[in-house]
């Protein structure tokens, strides 16, 4: 296919404007236009070669999409303590590093029962924060004082059988995380605290002395790496040999946001050196560009 008719063929397809294309490539939109129609009296080839690279790029990136969903063991393990703590009323908390799958799971348990709440919270929330957002996820305002929030929100979670989850929630004050178990002692509702390893120290405090707070967890799932049967999964789910799943595991590091880095990088540098398929001395090279 002639390199124009690619570009228009692209820019219909993925619904782009001339000023995206234009963006994209640093080329003015009205020599984009004049090369198109071949009517652009300057130096053709430079066009050329910054449309070749766009249209290469924007080929890549859709070859190398995320990951699709895969029942791995991390999923499993955060499912399970979500689900007894949702029918129980209790209150479990699940950690372990950054990277390994922990929001991807507790969306997946929100996507399949409709009456949990998923709250994400950020480093600058307070207690009142974290009511104001629950607040507006139970359809109300997420207006008033302190109080009145905390006073609206047990009314509506009160006998629910609902499931509050928190992610990040080694980002909550303490204040906040009491509010927590308020909510919880009043309303009977299950709470999930999903988070790293620093969020059970919070629980507990330096010194033991948020006992009762800490003392109201029933469940406490510490995630660790993912397992060699994972990657299996992962590599059968997406067409990859899962004879690399060995080498895939050791330069991941078990680590489940770096091996979709590898395994994304690793097909891209394959198809650019011209191999058919990734081998391990591919995945060991693209493993040297990914960050520790």
């Known amino acids: 296919m002639d390199i124009r008719a690619e570009l228009k063929d692209l820019m219909q397809n993925k619904n782009?404007?001339?000023?995206?294309?234009?963006?994209a490539t640093g080329l003015a939109k009205s020599t984009i236009s004049m090369w198109l129609n071949?009517?652009?009296?300057?130096?053709?080839?430079?066009?050329?070669?910054?449309?070749?690279?766009?249209?290469?790029?924007?080929?890549?990136?859709?070859?190398?999409?995320?990951l699709p969903f895969v029942d791995i063991t991390i999923v499993k393990y955060i499912s399970e303590i979500a689900r007894l703590c949702h029918t129980q009323g209790k209150i479990g908390v699940c950690v372990g590093k950054a990277g390994l799958g922990k929001?991807?799971?507790?969306?997946?348990?929100?996507?399949?029962?409709?009456?949990?709440?998923?709250?994400?919270?950020?480093s600058g929330?307070?207690?009142?924060?974290?009511?104001?957002?629950?607040?507006?996820?139970?359809?109300?305002?997420?207006?008033?004082?302190?109080y009145d929030l905390m006073d609206e929100v047990v009314r509506k979670l009160n006998q629910s059988g609902r499931l509050l989850i928190i992610d990040e929630a080694e980002n909550l004050p303490y204040r906040a995380l009491e509010i927590t178990r308020r909510i919880h002692d009043k309303t009977g509702v299950g709470v999930l605290l999903i988070?790293?390893?620093?969020?059970?120290?919070?629980?507990?405090?330096?010194?033991?002395?948020?006992?009762?707070?800490y003392s109201?967890?029933?469940?406490?799932?510490?995630?660790?790496?993912?397992?060699f049967e994972d990657v299996e999964k992962i590599l059968n789910a997406i067409g990859l040999n899962s004879k690399l799943a060995d080498t895939y595991l050791r330069y991941s590091d078990g680590n489940t946001r770096r091996l979709e880095h590898l395994i994304s990088h690793s097909i891209s540098i394959a198809k650019f050196n011209g191999n058919a398929?990734?081998?391990?001395?591919?995945?060991?090279?693209?493993?040297?560009?990914l960050m520790a």
């Open 216 to 227: 109201r967890v029933k469940y406490t799932k510490i995630l660790d790496k993912l397992l």
């Open 277 to 289: 398929e990734v081998d391990d001395a591919v995945i060991k090279e693209t493993s040297k560009l």
């Open 103 to 122: 929001t991807v799971a507790v969306k997946k348990y929100i996507s399949e029962f409709l009456d949990s709440i998923l709250i994400e919270s950020d």
């Open 16 to 23: 782009y404007s001339m000023t995206y294309v234009a963006t």
């Open 38 to 66: 071949g009517n652009y009296n300057g130096k053709n080839d430079k066009i050329t070669d910054a449309i070749h690279n766009f249209i290469q790029r924007e080929v890549e990136r859709s070859a190398n999409k995320d």
């Open 125 to 146: 929330y307070t207690a009142k924060s974290l009511l104001k957002e629950i607040h507006r996820r139970l359809g109300l305002s997420g207006k008033g004082s302190v």
């Open 195 to 213: 988070g790293r390893s620093i969020l059970l120290e919070n629980l507990k405090g330096f010194n033991n002395q948020y006992d009762q707070l």
